[in-house]
């Protein structure tokens, strides 16, 4: 909903102005969805915040992510060929 999204906003303005106060940058990871498998997706997925990540922006595969580089062209066919949809 609108809200929802409004309040995700307000969170990520709210992450950056913290960031901007320490002087340092965000870490963004990106991370495709089934990717190499699920369990394994699972597991990157719950280390990344212990890692130091402060935004995980989470990839869905798609038979054609020809509008996405190579790398995330190569995770995208990766993970739907272990089945992930």
């Known amino acids: 909903s609108e809200l929802q999204g409004a309040a995700v906003i307000t969170r990520i303005d709210a992450l950056f102005a913290r960031l901007r106060a320490e002087n340092r940058a965000a870490f963004v990871a990106y991370v495709m969805a089934g990717d190499p498998g ?3 997706s699972l597991a990157i997925l719950r280390g990344l915040p212990g890692a130091g990540a402060d935004i ?3 990839g869905f595969p798609f038979s054609d992510p020809m509008a996405e580089g ?3 062209q190569r995770a995208a066919l990766r993970s739907l060929k272990v089945g992930t949809t």
């Open 70 to 72: 190579p790398p995330i």
């Open 38 to 40: 699920r369990e394994d």
């Open 56 to 58: 995980i922006e989470l």
